[in-house]
């Protein structure tokens, strides 16, 4: 053998070989894991923090005969817990498997094919041709784990039987019987035993059944066998050998064996749960599951159309090599997959957002892999990587919730990956309350992810690893990337609230209609009634003369429950003609809204972190404003940014972290001007793209001080990209200067009676009446130590006053320092005629016609005081009836009810409350809209049908 192999000396031949130039899709995905029986609930409980980690179950084994707290019991488990997967059934028929056989097959054979079967149905190839599954092959992880072995070989320990009862002095007749008796414990052998009890005959039995003409067989790299035979599959694809394979791991075996196993080595936790990563990490947890992918070329998804969850950009193989024992994890080794894997993609390690450790919850376990990660993540940094360094990696591991399903952990943690890039969800890891300090982790890239958190990035691909190592020194890394940006369709796995709507030509009618469907709920066949319900909510529409009612529901108790309500609230109500009680609204008719639409948006003073979360996951519109963003916060131009720059998705989305002195730092991150202005620009422009995406159509713009930009983009006068521009540098340009000795001046909300105000502030020159907001409302502006007087003054005039933490006196002289260049960036873009009246907070009146005009007007805007009460007058003097707000909370919307107390109106805010769940606060607002009147029913398009049967 000559010193160098070819392997070294053929560069370009390793370049030619790396994934990065022959990528593989993920078209089709399958799960049975504890609590999950199929896909879709395996990503609902992930998001939602599920703990599926149980005692060991009845229907398992006795807990009894086999546990004992005392670690050092023989033939004892000091564990009592694991995750379970739930009871499935299965049609041996369906596969034409007799009856008769299933005794002597073990239970993951059986459940291999329904899960094969769902990943192919998944894939879109639950029916196809006969060529199509010629060139399918399935390789899966298995280890030795087999269920039925234990039943067989159990059985034929009857000699031992036999010597010790004749040894005790039972008779030869009694001790032939009690044996026979034993026996009957146990599985008999016959002839479909030996296929029945093999590990490879999982992947046989699923190619025999679906006829698959490709390889078959399994693999056991441990722990890390699921990746192991991904690996091997996706040789297949790349060799040509297969245009289409089947991979990932299979282990149903929560035996006493593997308690046992795992109890001697001693590997499991003495808590009650695993908690990788975790101060008080102590050990394992075992689970069961099944995983499976269908994966093809990338070339070949794109000509045929499939559906793509992710793209396998990388992977990255090695072996510890010479160490202290066999089963010692070694961070080098575990540092050498990973490099390979990232040099295999042709990306930086820095390039990725989340990372799916192996993660088992041993102290030593998760040491060793974090001391390898910081060996490729932060000891080798590129000296000019445009990738920050600062904690921007999600770390966690899928063990946190269903224990370590062993041969199918890989596939478990890979699984959940790839359905983080589809969602563009970085989903959490639960059971941890403080990182280890053994870790370090705050002076790495790596951060514990603690809560579900929108993925957002500024243009760059959505990239993640996923890491798999296995007992002997095995070691498995995978680097993913996300196919497309943005979902135009339906997408979305994970359960959330649902609209129903109502109607009839009467109110009588729509009584007895409510009366029959109650009916029709609570008997046989309500769930696809219920079903039924849902989808025609979504479809149909509202005839403009009907009686109509609707509501938001969590599921068909749900809804019984509030029908129920309905029924009896149109009975007491039977006089009103409209009426909103515990969240169900009903008109009599629909409104004329056609010329009243006043779209209202929110200015500084709405923010909170996490504002509007839950819209992140579900409407891919909101997304779009913080890319955006987040470019011009990172300064990034070709391509590149500032290393040490934050996006402003970061400050709104923070990460965990686990100190109070570090959460208010946060909060005092995202209260700056030059961060919050923005920040809430994007939120409201992601409310008003999923509202003009339904349909709605406004007829009137305003918005509250920064507000108002966002008025005059929706209006047509700017660009988007323009108003993101602006926002940007309004905010830059009104944060407060660096000199600690320069006063930009404060600001004092005051409420109560307001038109006394002017007179009692005759002895204060320098404040001034900035936000003239309602009839009882008033904000005062001036420099700080004149409002720190008057503040005083008006409390004992019992006015109540508030500070607000805002960096300046706005609308005032005082932010003179913030024209210039504001004025500076307004004249560097285009403006437009209206499409629609815009009202101006300085002039309380609509801008000109002229787009010229309008851009010389918003020079002089952050200088001049906000006459909000006016402006609202004014459009309602104009036809304005239907005020919606966009925004985080309802500020605006209480203003205009203060502001038309007595008038003919509505008003509704899309998120009226930081507390609850935004994503059900734009449902219950626009059941409102609905019910007024608007065709808004279709909003959100992009729902997945559930996965109703258990994985089929």
Known sequence: MTAKSSRQTEPQNMINARMYNRPIAIVGMSALFPDAPNLHQYW????????????????????????????????????????????IDFNPMEFGIPPNILEVTDVTQLLGLLVAKSAMKDAGYGDTSDEVLDATGVILGVTSGMKLLGSLTSRLQYPIWEKVLRRSGISESDTGQIIEKMKKAYVRWEENSFPGLLGNVIAGRIANRLNLGGTNCTVDAACASSLSAMKMAISDLLEYRSDMMIAGGVDADNSPMMYLCFSKTPAFTKGENPRPFDEDSGGVMIGEGLGM?????????????????????GIGTSSDGKFKSIYAPRSGGQAKALRRAYE???????????????????????????????????????????????QHIALGSIKSQIGHTKAAAGIAGLIKTA??????????????????????????????????????????????????????????????????????????????????????????????????????????????????????????????????????????????????QAISTLESKADKTEWNVKGIVYREKALETKGKVVALFSGQGSQYMNMAKELFFNFPAMAAPFSALDK?????????????????????????????????????????????????????????????????????????SFGELTALWAAGVIAEDDYYKLAYARGQAMAAPDDPDFDAGSMLAVMGEVEKLEADLTEFPDVVMANLNSKKQVVLAGPTAAILLVQDALKAKKYTVVKLPVSAAFHTP???????????????????????????????????????????????????????????ENIHQAGGRIFIEFGPKNVLTKLVDNILSGEEYTAVALNENPKKDSDRLLREAMVKLCVMGFPLQKFDPFALPSQEAPIT
């Open 632 to 704: 011009l916060f990172t300064g990034k131009k070709n391509g590149k940014s500032a290393a040490a720059a934050r996006p402003l998705s970061d400050l709104v989305f923070p990460i965990a972290v686990f100190e109070d002195e570090e959460l208010e730092a946060q909060q005092a991150q995202l209260q700056l001007t030059e961060n919050v202005q923005p920040a809430i620009g994007g939120i409201s422009a992601g409310l008003l793209r999923i509202a003009r995406d339904a349909g709605l159509q406004i007829d009137f713009a305003a918005g509250h």
């Open 293 to 313: 992918v269908v994966l093809k070329r990338l070339e070949d998804a794109e000509r045929d159309g499939d559906r793509i969850y992710a793209v396998v950009k």
């Open 814 to 872: 005082l932010v003179g320092h913030a024209q210039k260049p504001f004025a500076k960036a307004i004249r560097s873009v285009k403006f437009n005629k209206p499409q629609i009246p815009v009202y101006s907070n300085a002039t309380a009146k609509a801008y000109p016609a002229t787009a010229k005009t309008i851009q010389k007007q918003l020079e002089s805007h952050i200088l001049n005081s906000v006459r909000f009460r006016e402006e609202i």
């Open 44 to 87: 609902d409980n992930i998001i939602n923090k599920i703990d599926s980690i149980i005692d060991i179950p009845k229907s398992r084994w006795n807990i009894e005969d086999y546990y004992d707290i005392d670690s050092e019991a023989p033939d004892k488990t000091y564990c009592k817990r694991g995750g379970f997967i739930p009871d």
């Open 419 to 564: 359905l983080a890039l589809h969602h563009k969800i970085l989903p959490p890891s639960i059971n941890i309350d403080r990182p280890s300090k053994k870790l370090g982790i705050e002076n790495t890239p790596f951060y514990l992810n603690t809560e579900p958190r929108p993925w957002i990035t500024d243009g760059e691909p959505r990239r993640a690893g996923v890491s798999a190592f296995g007992f002997g020194g095995t070691n498995f890394h995978y680097v993913l990337e996300e196919f497309q940006d943005v979902h135009s369709g339906p997408f979305r796995m994970h359960i959330t609230s649902q609209t129903v709507f109502l109607s009839a030509a009467t109110p009588k009618e729509l009584d007895k209609a409510c009366n029959n469907l109650l009916a029709e709920l609570e008997t046989e066949g309500a769930e696809q009634r219920h079903s039924q319900l849902l989808e025609s909510s979504r479809e149909n529409s509202i005839p403009k003369k009907h009686a109509r009612l609707g509501f938001v529901t969590d599921s068909l108790e749900n809804t019984v429950e509030l029908l129920g």
């Open 344 to 390: 295999d993609a042709n990306v930086e390690p820095l390039c990725i957002g989340m990372l799916e450790a192996h993660g088992t919850g041993t102290a030593a376990g998760d040491v060793a892999e974090f001391d390898g990660l910081k060996e490729v993540f932060t000891e080798n940094k590129p000296e000019k990587s445009c990738y920050p360094d600062y």
